[in-house]
């Protein structure tokens, strides 16, 4: 989704409150893993920019600190580094050893990646539906790799070890993780 640079001098606008309010909730409504820290995440009192990117997508931040991004027609996606600091709110799967450079260069996920030996899906009691947000965690790393919307349930990738997992997302060294508020 986003390529190896996105262009700087991207005009922020402040948020105004009463909207700030309702992003604060619909975020809640979407990550509600994210609970026990959206006073850390979203500060009341804390003024949230709107940072216009390529693609009719929107960077949300506090100060210089990327939060979430929102894709015109879609929810709003947490930045890697907000995952990182809260690996437990977001549910995870795993890729193989194999499927890590492939990633790193902004290519699909296929589902292989995530049913070989080397990756993991959630039990059957913990099972994603598609569309839900995800972050991704690699073999014998400890941070997620990338953060996207699963394009299949677990269940139907375990059933059918086949296609796309995640067509695009925001991934380790991609022009979001590079971009910089200065």
Known sequence: M?????????????VKSSVQRG???RFLDTYPGFEPYIDEVLPKKAQLDAVK???????YTIDTTPLFYQPQDGPPVPHLKLVHAYPDALPTVQIDRGAIRFVL???VLMAPGLTSAGGRLPEKEQALESGTVVA?????????????VLKAG??????KPKGV????GHYLGDG????HLD
């Open 2 to 14: 986003f390529k190896k640079e996105i262009p700087t001098g991207q005009r922020s606008s402040k």
């Open 23 to 25: 992003i604060r909730q």
């Open 53 to 59: 990117l390529p693609d009719k997508c929107t960077l």
């Open 105 to 107: 260069s902004g290519a």
């Open 136 to 148: 991704v965690k690699a073999e014998g790393k400890e941070l997620a790799c990338l953060v996207g």
């Open 154 to 159: 677990t269940e139907e990738m375990k059933a």
């Open 165 to 168: 997992a995640i067509d695009e």
């Open 176 to 179: 979001l993780w590079n971009f």
